[in-house]
């Protein structure tokens, strides 16, 4: 059969109320402590999730920027040979940078929802206060 194992100590028959309640004050600081570690620990995860998504966004930009110019360059020399160079140049340019704005606004749109919310602490936080709640 298995036994079950209550953390809290027996109450003891003749403990006054004031050892009652510091008993409480220490358990409730180790609680605000706990969830303060969980805090950190959360948005400290949170932190490097992110940052490692913004490394490969960088990196992968790098290179699909250096392939971009090359065929930009192919895509003005093709049309140089029907418009000539300058306006062939002017309008890669301008669709390049309509690409781009449109890039740059999607982009942040991603990065405003990255959820660095501590979810998990806010939950177990609300647990502990209703049991608390529920103890007194």
Sequence with gaps: MM???DR???VEPGRTIPDLLSDLVRDLSGLVRSEGRLVRAELTEAAGNLAGGLEMVAAG???VTVALLLLLQAA???LAVYIGPILAAVAVGLVVAIVGAIL???GR???KTANLVPERTIEQTSRDAR???EQM
Excluded: C, F
């Design 3 to 5: 036994e079950t194992h």
């Design 109 to 111: 749109r991603a990065l």
């Design 61 to 63: 930009a790098l290179m």
């Design 76 to 78: 003005v020399l093709l």
């Design 8 to 10: 809290r100590p027996p």
């Design 104 to 106: 740059m606004a999607s």
């Design 131 to 133: 049991l608390a709640k």
